[in-house]
T-cell receptor, first 110, second 113 residues
Framework: AQSVTQPDIHITVSEGASLELRCNYSYGATPYLFWYVQSPGQGLQLLLKYFSGDTLVQGIKGFEAEFKRSQSSFNLRKPSVHWSDAAEYFCAVGENDMRFGAGTRLTVKP | EPEVTQTPSHQVTQMGQEVILRCVPISNHLYFYWYRQILGQKVEFLVSFYNNEISEKSEIFDDQFSVERPDGSNFTLKIRSTKLEDSAMYFC???????????FGQGTRLTVV
């Protein structure tokens, strides 16, 4: 069965520092992979997605993610975090249905 | 920019009552979904809907849940007899193709008292 693991429940970074949020998936074929962001009290906004092709995908707000089949990973990165990036981040894998990871809460220190 | 809209934003209901959560998906989308997020927990898939029938459903989507597309624009989730544990944020989503880029609504917070 497909599943998504986000090993880090909570990450704190300083503003301007780089960020990497981890995501590992379990799936039998090449999955559709997504990263969503959720600000407090808000809905889910798609940051980026991977279906096929180039394994490094660019998203909105300066985020990127790299699909690594050998590691079953789809980690989200940003070179320089802004205070407005503080939010909950969800990795998801989709095929017959979309399964979300438990989420990683990002806190940004001034 | 087209968006998925959900009403109401917050619904309070008594245990045992029926509730209907409403969603207007993006107009040219063909696939519709409901997800649930219990406070502090992850987003959970409930059901997907295409061509006026359920495509997939999770183990959460039991007989007390039903979905309907009553007209050309609305997509509803009905909970027949609410329980306390149904309290959650319910998200509607839609996509052009099956489980490709899904656009989410802002959610309806359901509180069962």
């Amino acid at each position: 069965a497909q599943s998504v693991t986000q090993p880090d429940i909570h990450i704190t970074v300083s503003e301007g520092a780089s960020l990497e949020l981890r995501c590992n998936y379990s799936y039998g074929a090449t999955p559709y992979l997504f990263w969503y962001v959720q600000s407090p009290g808000q809905g889910l906004q798609l940051l980026l997605k991977y279906f096929s092709g180039d394994t490094l995908v660019q998203g909105i707000k300066g985020f990127e993610a790299e699909f690594k089949r050998s590691q079953s990973s789809f980690n989200l990165r940003k070179p320089s975090v802004h205070w407005s990036d503080a939010a909950e981040y969800f990795c998801a894998v989709g095929e017959n249905d979309m399964r979300f990871g438990a989420g990683t809460r990002l806190t940004v220190k001034p | 920019e087209p968006e998925v809209t959900q009403t109401p934003s917050h619904q309070v209901t008594q245990m045992g009552q029926e509730v209907i959560l409403r969603c207007v998906p993006i107009s040219n989308h063909l696939y519709f979904y409901w997800y649930r997020q219990i406070l502090g927990q992850k987003v959970e898939f409930l059901v997907s809907f295409y061509n006026n029938e359920i495509s997939e459903k999770s183990e959460i989507f039991d007989d007390q849940f039903s979905v309907e597309r009553p007209d050309g624009s609305n997509f509803t989730l009905k909970i027949r007899s609410t329980k306390l544990e149904d309290s959650a944020m319910y998200f509607c989503a839609s996509s052009v193709l099956y489980n490709t880029e899904a656009f989410f609504g802002q959610g309806t917070r359901l509180t069962v008292v």
